[in-house]
C-alpha cells in the first residue's frame, strides 16, 4: 500500500515521461546458465551436476542495474525419460527451477525460462548433436510436436500469474528443416496462448539462431529464416525473435579472438526485422577478454541501442558452475568478471536506466495509462489474469 501512495504521489504524468525518456533496449541482463550442466548424468545431482543460480550473483547483477536473467534447464531433466516430453514434470528438478525464477522475479528482475535443447530430446549427452529432432517423423525416437506443445502448456499454465516471467521456446535449433523449426515454434505459442498466459515469448529460427545467418540458408536444403519464418502468428502480438551472436571465427562462441566485424554482422537482419515491423531479442553474444573484443561488444550494443528493433540482450555468461570458463562474468569467480563486466557490460547497463522493472513482459513499450498500470503489476503484487 505505502508503494501504491507513492505512486499516486508522483503522478501518472511522472510515470508517462519516465517511461517515453526510457532507453530503447527495454531488457539487459545475463544468462544464468548451469541447468543443463552435466546432461549426460540424469537426473543429475543438484548443487553438485546442476545448479541454476546462485543468490548472491543475481543480488549482484540486480543491483547493478541489470534487470533481465535468462535461466536455463534441460527438457530430459524436467520432463524424465520415463514419461517423455509432456506435462509429466521430475517435480523435485521443476521446484529447483521455480525456485530461482521466484528469488529473480520477485526482486523485480525479468526470468527468461530457456529450453536449452537445440529442438531436440531424449539424448543430451553430447549436446548440441545428440538426441533426436523434436517432430521427426522418420525418427521412431524423436518426440513430437504435439508433445513440445504439451511441455509449454503445462509450464506456461505454472508461470502465467507471474508477470515478469519471458518464455523461450528453446536454445539454438539447427541442422533441420526450417519449416519444422516453424511448426515446433508455432505449437509452442498456441499452447502457450490456449492458457491465458499473455507474457513476451521469444521464437528462435534454425541455424543455431544466429542473427548472422538469418538471412541465409544454414545446412543443406534447409530454407533461410527469413522466407520461413514470417508465417509466425501470435494472437497476443507479443513475440520477439530469439537471436545469437558470436564474434569468432567460426561464431561458435569458443574461441577468445574477435574476427568478425560488427557491427555489420546485424545489417542484413535489422533491415528484415525492419521490413516486416517485428522486433528481436539477442538473448547470447559473447568476446574474449581483449581490447579488441570490447570494441566489438560496445559497437555491437550501441547498435541494439540505435535500432529500436532490438529490444534486449542477455550475456553469456554467468552461473554458479563455470568454474574459469573464459566467457564467465560470474561475481567473483568468472575471469571476465574483472574485465568483460566491469569495462564494457556494467557501463552499458547504468547508461540505460532507468530500466523497466516489475513489470508485464512485452515487446513493445506502452506509454499509456492502462500499458503503465500493467507495468506496475508486479511491483504491486498484482497478477495477470487466470
Request: hydrophobic residues 40%; proline residues 6%; negative net charge.
Amino acid at each position: 500500500m505505502r508503494l501504491f501512495s507513492s505512486i499516486v504521489g508522483f503522478g501518472l504524468t511522472g510515470l508517462l515521461l519516465s517511461t517515453q525518456c526510457a532507453a530503447k533496449i527495454i531488457y539487459a541482463g545475463v544468462n544464468s546458465a548451469g541447468g543443463e550442466f552435466a546432461s549426460q548424468n540424469l537426473p543429475g545431482a543438484f548443487g553438485v551436476d546442476y545448479q541454476f543460480i546462485d543468490e548472491k550473483a543475481i543480488d549482484f547483477f540486480l543491483e547493478s542495474g541489470a534487470n533481465t536473467i535468462r535461466v536455463t534447464f534441460l527438457l530430459e531433466r524436467m520432463c524424465p525419460l520415463e514419461t517423455g516430453l509432456g506435462n509429466k514434470f521430475n517435480e523435485t528438478y521443476f521446484k529447483n527451477f521455480q525456485n530461482a525464477v521466484n528469488y529473480i522475479t520477485m526482486r523485480g528482475g525479468y526470468a527468461i525460462l530457456d529450453a536449452h535443447n537445440y529442438m531436440r530430446y531424449n539424448d543430451p549427452s553430447m549436446q548440441p548433436s545428440s538426441g533426436s529432432i523434436i517432430g521427426n517423423t522418420t525418427d521412431p525416437k524423436s518426440a513430437s510436436t504435439a508433445q513440445l506443445a504439451s511441455f509449454w502448456g503445462e509450464l506456461s499454465t505454472r508461470f502465467k500469474s507471474n508477470p515478469n516471467v519471458i518464455f523461450g521456446i528453446m536454445n539454438e535449433p539447427h541442422d533441420m528443416p526450417t519449416e519444422l523449426v516453424l511448426a515446433n515454434d508455432q505449437a509452442s505459442i498456441d499452447a502457450i496462448r490456449k492458457t491465458g498466459a499473455p507474457q513476451l515469448i521469444l521464437v528462435p529460427g534454425n541455424g543455431f539462431t544466429g542473427a548472422q545467418r538469418w538471412l541465409n540458408s544454414t545446412c543443406a536444403g534447409c530454407k533461410p529464416n527469413s522466407e520461413v519464418l514470417t508465417a509466425i502468428k501470435d494472437p497476443m502480438e507479443n513475440f520477439a525473435f530469439d537471436m545469437h551472436l558470436y564474434f569468432d571465427n567460426d561464431t561458435s562462441g569458443t574461441h577468445n579472438s574477435c574476427t568478425l566485424a560488427a557491427p555489420s554482422n546485424l545489417l542484413p537482419v535489422t533491415s528484415w526485422l525492419t521490413s516486416n515491423n517485428y522486433t528481436a531479442f539477442l538473448s547470447e553474444f559473447g568476446a574474449g577478454s581483449n581490447p579488441t573484443c570490447f570494441e566489438t561488444l560496445n559497437n555491437t550494443l550501441t547498435f541494439m541501442e540505435q535500432n529500436p528493433q532490438f529490444i534486449g540482450w542477455t550475456y553469456w555468461a554467468a552461473g554458479p558452475l563455470w568454474g574459469d570458463y573464459f566467457l564467465s562474468v560470474e561475481p567473483g569467480v568468472g575471469p571476465e568478471s574483472n574485465t568483460t563486466w566491469p569495462l564494457v557490460l556494467e557501463p552499458r547497463i547504468k547508461g540505460l536506466q532507468p530500466m523497466q522493472r516489475c513489470g508485464v513482459s512485452s515487446a513493445k513499450v506502452d506509454s499509456s495509462a492502462e500499458g503503465l498500470l500493467r507495468v506496475l503489476e508486479g511491483c504491486l503484487g498484482l497478477r495477470l489474469p487466470g
